[in-house]
């Protein structure tokens, strides 16, 4: 039995998203370049020793993704696989139990800093997306059994799918409290453009037959029966879940006349840094630490919970291989929903850097903990920086957890124009990889260090 419609191959799509995008919200090798306003987003109380301003849109443009099983071999088994991605074997034997998926985007639209006595200002308006799958090898099991064999009956649960975007209107300050401690702060305002989340806890089919004609010769009263628990739902002001007359999925509206905001929230960044010597800096940071609250007016739900019977009409639902065919969850829609706040995926960062021949040579050393769903992701990097002049900086990195060690991340400021990785790819099968692009011209004079 082998049914698999059209619809698998935006899965293999979306797999092939999921694991090749990029993995850090944030750009960890310009951490220690002082030429450069990137730095900022993983610390307010840096200050840069200039202000800039940075090109609209494309002035801070950061995409990252990260998988605990997808590398680049396998994003060319899944190319190959063409209708043949869940009976691939090379692919399947390198699953694991809990297939993780991570994706993360983020720009400034506009942002801007400047020096004030000892202080430093910075403002920015962004868009930030973040996604995040944990995706079963059960799932892969119970489809390779319906694809490739002649028993429907199996099942999986446990997974997820969640996706946010929002804006964020950001205001920093940093303050130089004493020649060695320098703190700061940033207050962000977070407006939610969407959300879109999916769950299966359980889905099996129990004592189908495997030929669709052997209902006609069976006990009709001996239907076999398919248990499902799932949900899916959107927010979005102007779109969202579309149904039919029974109430049932049928697609995804969009009104774009009617476009605008689906939830709102809070979000505070804090940050300090302190010269223990003349040559040694340790810093510190909590990001993101917040919440969006999204409109229960502007959700739209559809959920399951329940056994029912699997009978001529409605088997195909249950035959067919495609993970995308929401058939065959009967999923319904719900009435009023509620208002739902949810807390931002909070980073911590520690930090030491021992800079030099008089501050233009520098390695450092940096953490990062990023709370995201469904797991946490840890990160720990090393790097040397050559920094000459405010115009030129150049960064090399080692980050050796999400690649699996098989990557170097390097970063380069030339002028105004900026570009870095914390993951170019050297390795086999590498399952990180990222890029940030930017264009900062400065603004005033710049400050000496001392």
């Known amino acids: 039995m082998r049914i698999l419609k059209s619809k698998s191959l935006l899965l293999a799509a979306g797999f092939l998203l999921f694991g090749t995008a990029a993995q850090a919200q944030y750009l960890r090798t310009s951490y220690f370049m002082e030429g450069t306003s990137a730095r900022l987003q993983m610390n307010p109380g840096l200050q840069p020793t200039r202000g800039y301003f940075n090109f609209p849109v494309l002035g801070s443009l950061n995409l990252g993704a990260s998988s605990n099983v997808l590398g680049t071999s396998d994003i060319i088994d899944v190319l190959d696989a063409g209708d043949d ?30 020096h004030r006595g000892k202080g430093f200002w ?17 799932m892969f099991d119970y489809l390779r059994q319906v694809n490739n064999t ?70 009709p009263y001996n239907y076999g029966t398919a248990t499902a628990a799932a949900h899916v739902s959107t927010t979005m002001k102007g779109g969202g879940l579309g149904f039919n007359s029974n109430g049932q999925i049928d697609g995804f ?11 709102a929230g809070l979000g505070i960044d804090l940050g300090a840094s302190y010269k223990v010597w003349k040559d040694l800096t ?40 495609d993970f995308l065919s929401m058939d065959r969850f009967n999923l319904t829609e719900q009435g009023e929903v509620k208002d739902k706040k949810e807390k931002l995926a909070a980073t911590i960062l520690l930090a030491g850097e021992y800079a030099f021949l008089n501050n233009k040579i520098s390695v450092g050393a940096m953490y990062t903990s990023r709370f995201v769903q469904p797991k946490t992701m840890n990160e720990l990097t090393f790097s040397a ?23 170097l991340g ?41």
């Open 410 to 450: 390097l970063a380069l400021k030339l002028g105004s124009l900026f570009i870095g990785t914390d993951y170019m790819f050297f390795g086999s099968n590498s399952r990180s990889v990222n890029a940030f692009f930017g264009i900062s011209f400065p603004m005033g004079k710049a400050i000496a260090r001392k």
């Open 282 to 321: 340790v810093s510190a940071a909590v990001l993101d630490l917040g919440f969006i609250k999204w409109k229960g007016s502007e959700t739209t739900l559809a959920s399951v919970d329940e056994t029912y019977e699997v009978t001529s009409e409605n088997y195909y639902d249950f035959v067919d291989g």
């Open 122 to 138: 910075s403002v920015n308006v962004g868009l930030r997306m973040d996604m995040g799958a944990s995706i079963p090898k059960t």
């Open 385 to 407: 920086t050559f920094r000459p002049k405010n115009w030129f900086n150049v960064a090399v990195s080692y980050s050796p957890i999400q690649a699996s060690g098989k990557s």
């Open 150 to 219: 002649e028993d429907i009956n199996g099942g999986f649960s446990g997974m997820n799918f969640d996706m946010n975007a929002y804006a964020e209107v950001g205001l920093g300050y940093s303050r130089r409290i004493t020649d060695r401690l320098t703190v700061g702060g940033r207050l962000k305002v977070l407006l939610g453009i969407a959300r879109a989340e999916m769950a299966v806890d359980n889905f099996s089919v129990e004592g189908v037959p495997d030929n669709i004609n052997d209902y006609y010769y069976s006990n």
């Open 85 to 114: 991605l869940f009976t691939n074997d090379g692919l399947y034997n390198r699953l694991k139990t809990d297939n993780r998926l991570n994706v993360n985007m983020n720009t400034d639209i506009l942002s801007f800093g400047w």
């Open 253 to 263: 509206d969009i009104d774009g006349g009617n476009f605008g905001i689906a939830g």
